[in-house]
C-alpha cells in the first residue's frame, strides 16, 4: 500500500483523521493512517481507540430542522459519515442531543476502518514534517498535536499557531446522586431521537444556595497559567469560573438556567438556578455535568460541587481538566480545498483548521478526504455549496466571510456551525397569518435554509457518491 500511487497519508486518528479516512478510503484511494497512541499518550486521551472523546460524549442538538448542529448531523449522514453512524449506533438518551457511549462508538469507528480493505492503520508519531515522498497529506493531528509536529507545522506556515484551552467537565459516579433531591427531565419534556424527554438529571438551587456555590467559585484556587499559556479562552467552552468572575447572574443565564423545568419533587417552587446532568455511557453508571468544564485545582473541585444540592455525596469518576489547544491561522495559511498555500501537498482537517466542536471537525475531515481521494484518483471535485452547512463551515476557516477586511483575519477565531454562516434566505408570510411574530418568521426561516442545505447536499454528495464501506465493514 506504501508505494502505491494512490496512497493517502493521513496524521491523527481523532474525529477528523478517522472520518477523512473512511471516505478517502470507500472513493477507492488506499490510506495510511497514523496514530501515535498508545505510544506516546496526550494530556487528555486516556485510550488508545480512534475518534476517543475526551470532553464531552454529546454531538449537540439532533434537530436538522431547527438547528445548525443538527443539520450538519443530517448532512454528514447523507455523506456515509463513519462518525455519524457509530453515533447513531451507540446513542443515549439525552433529549434532543445525540449523545453517545464513548466506548462503543470509539469501538465502532475502529472495527470499521481496520476491516476495510483500503486503510492501514499504522500505531507510530508522525514526528516532525511528513517524509517528501509522501505526495498527498493530510493533517489531522488535532488541538493535542505533539510538539514535533506543531514545531514543523509552525516553521512551514510563517506563523505562530494560536493556542487556547479547553477544559473538561467532570463526570459523577451515578449511585451517588441523591435521587431524592434531583428529578428526571429534558428541558421542555424535549423527546430526541434516543429520548424519553426524561434524559436530564435536574439539581435544584434556591437563590441562597447558587449565591454561596458563586462566592466559592470565585474564591477557589485555579490552575496559573505560564506566561507562554496567557491566551483568550474560546467564549463557547468557558471553564465554569471564569463565567461566573464575568458577572453574578451569568451562570444562571448560562449552563445553570432554570427554564423549561418543573421541580417534580417541588412543583410549585421554581427553581432559582439547576445544575442538569447528562448521561455518559449506555450503562448509566456514569453522568456528566453540562458545562462545568473547568480549571480549579482538583483538591477545590470536589469540595465546591458537593455544595449543590443532590451531589452532596457525589463521587466524581473523573475531575475537570485542561487540555491545550492549537489551530491555525486559516483564512490566511490555507486555500479553499484546505491545502497549505506554501507546501500544497498538505491538507488540513479537523480542529486545527479552526473550527470547534466533535461534529465541526468530523465534518472537515469528511471533506479533507474526499478531495484527497480526488487527487489521487486524478478526478475533479467540487466543493460544497455555500447554502450547505459543509460549505459554510469551509468558507469560514478558508476565508470566503472575510472578503477584504484584514484585521478579521488577523483576529480568527474557532467557530462552531450556526445559521449565521449560511447565506440568508427570504421567507414569506404564511397565508391566513394576521399577526406574524418575529420568533415565527425566525422559526420558519430556519426551517427553509435546512431544507434548502438538504436539497444541496444530496446532489453535491451524488457526485462524488461511493458505497464501499458500511459500519460493519
Known amino acids: 500500500m506504501e508505494n502505491s500511487s494512490k496512497t493517502i497519508h493521513i496524521i491523527g486518528g481523532g474525529l477528523a483523521g478517522s472520518e477523512a479516512a473512511w471516505q478517502a478510503a470507500n472513493a477507492g484511494a488506499k490510506v495510511m493512517l497514523y496514530e501515535m497512541r498508545p505510544n506516546k499518550m496526550?494530556?487528555?486521551?486516556?485510550?488508545?481507540?480512534?475518534?476517543?472523546?475526551?470532553?464531552?460524549?454529546?454531538?449537540?442538538?439532533?434537530?436538522?430542522?431547527?438547528?445548525?448542529?443538527?443539520?450538519?448531523?443530517?448532512?454528514?449522514?447523507?455523506?456515509?459519515?463513519?462518525?455519524?453512524?457509530?453515533?447513531?449506533?451507540?446513542?443515549?438518551?439525552?433529549?434532543?442531543?445525540?449523545?453517545?457511549?464513548?466506548?462503543?462508538f470509539s469501538a465502532a469507528i475502529l472495527a470499521a476502518l481496520e476491516g476495510h480493505k483500503n486503510v492501514n492503520i499504522v500505531r507510530e508519531e508522525v514526528t516532525g514534517l511528513p517524509p517528501a515522498e509522501w505526495e498527498n497529506v493530510i493533517v489531522a493531528s488535532g488541538p493535542l498535536t505533539s510538539e514535533p509536529l506543531a514545531k514543523a507545522i509552525q516553521n512551514i506556515t510563517g506563523e505562530d499557531a494560536l493556542a487556547f484551552f479547553d477544559a473538561i467537565a467532570p463526570i459523577i459516579h451515578d449511585e451517588s446522586i441523591d435521587r431524592s433531591v434531583v428529578w428526571a427531565q429534558s428541558r421542555y419534556d424535549k423527546v430526541g431521537p434516543s429520548g424519553t424527554g426524561a434524559d436530564y438529571l435536574n439539581c435544584p438551587l434556591d437563590e441562597e444556595e447558587y449565591?454561596?456555590?458563586?462566592?466559592?467559585?470565585?474564591?477557589?484556587?485555579?490552575?496559573?497559567?505560564?506566561?507562554?499559556?496567557?491566551?483568550?479562552?474560546?467564549?463557547?467552552?468557558l471553564p465554569?469560573?471564569?463565567?461566573?468572575?464575568?458577572?453574578?447572574?451569568?451562570?444562571?443565564?448560562?449552563?445553570?438556567?432554570?427554564?423549561?423545568?418543573?421541580?417534580?419533587?417541588?412543583?410549585?417552587?421554581?427553581?432559582?438556578?439547576?445544575?442538569?446532568?447528562?448521561?455518559?455511557?449506555?450503562?448509566?453508571?456514569?453522568?456528566?455535568?453540562?458545562?462545568?468544564?473547568?480549571?480549579?485545582?482538583?483538591?477545590?473541585?470536589?469540595?465546591?460541587?458537593?455544595?449543590?444540592?443532590?451531589?452532596?455525596?457525589?463521587?466524581?469518576?473523573?475531575?475537570?481538566?485542561?487540555?491545550?489547544?492549537?489551530?491555525?491561522?486559516s483564512p490566511?495559511?490555507?486555500?479553499?480545498?484546505?491545502?497549505?498555500?506554501?507546501?500544497?501537498?498538505?491538507?488540513?482537517?479537523?480542529?486545527?483548521?479552526?473550527?470547534?466542536?466533535?461534529?465541526?471537525?468530523?465534518?472537515?475531515?469528511?471533506l479533507a478526504g474526499r478531495m484527497a481521494a480526488a487527487d489521487a484518483l486524478k478526478e475533479t471535485f467540487e466543493l460544497p455549496p455555500a447554502t450547505t452547512a459543509h460549505g459554510a463551515l469551509l468558507a469560514h476557516i478558508t476565508g470566503g466571510h472575510l472578503g477584504d477586511d484584514?484585521?478579521?483575519?488577523?483576529?480568527?477565531?474557532?467557530?462552531?456551525?450556526?445559521?449565521?454562516?449560511?447565506?440568508?434566505?427570504?421567507?414569506?408570510?404564511?397565508?391566513?397569518?394576521?399577526?406574524?411574530?418575529?420568533?415565527?418568521?425566525?422559526?420558519?426561516?430556519?426551517?427553509?435554509?435546512s431544507v434548502r442545505a438538504l436539497e444541496a447536499i444530496d446532489q453535491w454528495s451524488s457526485q462524488h457518491h461511493s458505497d464501499d464501506g458500511s459500519l460493519s465493514a
Not at 483575519?409 to 406574524?436: A, C, H, T, Y
Request: charged fraction near 25%; include cysteine; charge should be positive.
Open 42 to 104: 496526550t494530556p487528555a486521551h486516556i485510550t488508545d481507540g480512534l475518534a476517543e472523546l475526551v470532553c464531552s460524549n454529546s454531538l449537540r442538538s439532533d434537530d436538522h430542522e431547527y438547528n445548525a448542529v443538527g443539520l450538519l448531523h443530517e448532512e454528514m449522514r447523507r455523506c456515509n459519515s463513519i462518525i455519524m453512524a457509530a453515533a447513531d449506533k451507540n446513542a443515549l438518551p439525552a433529549g434532543g442531543a445525540l449523545a453517545v457511549d464513548r466506548a462503543g
Open 211 to 237: 449565591n454561596i456555590f458563586v462566592d466559592a467559585l470565585l474564591a477557589s484556587e485555579s490552575h496559573k497559567f505560564h506566561e507562554w499559556e496567557n491566551v483568550p479562552y474560546f467564549d463557547g467552552c
Open 406 to 449: 484584514s484585521a478579521k483575519l488577523r483576529s480568527f477565531q474557532p467557530m462552531n456551525i450556526n445559521f449565521g454562516l449560511l447565506p440568508d434566505i427570504e421567507v414569506k408570510k404564511p397565508e391566513g397569518v394576521k399577526r406574524w411574530r418575529k420568533a415565527d418568521r425566525k422559526k420558519i426561516k430556519k426551517k427553509a435554509v
Open 240 to 329: 465554569i469560573e471564569e463565567m461566573a468572575a464575568r458577572g453574578r447572574e451569568t451562570l444562571r443565564f448560562g449552563p445553570m438556567k432554570p427554564v423549561g423545568l418543573t421541580n417534580l419533587h417541588d412543583p410549585e417552587n421554581k427553581p432559582y438556578a439547576v445544575v442538569q446532568l447528562r448521561q455518559d455511557n449506555s450503562l448509566g453508571t456514569l453522568w456528566n455535568m453540562i458545562g462545568f468544564q473547568t480549571k480549579l485545582k482538583y483538591r477545590s473541585q470536589a469540595e465546591i460541587f458537593r455544595l449543590i444540592p443532590g451531589l452532596n455525596n457525589a463521587e466524581f469518576a473523573r475531575l475537570g481538566g485542561l487540555h491545550h489547544n492549537t489551530f491555525l491561522n
Open 332 to 366: 490566511k495559511v490555507l486555500t479553499g480545498e484546505l491545502r497549505l498555500k506554501n507546501q500544497p501537498r498538505l491538507r488540513f482537517a479537523g480542529q486545527m483548521t479552526g473550527v470547534e466542536g466533535y461534529v465541526e471537525s468530523a465534518a472537515i475531515g469528511l
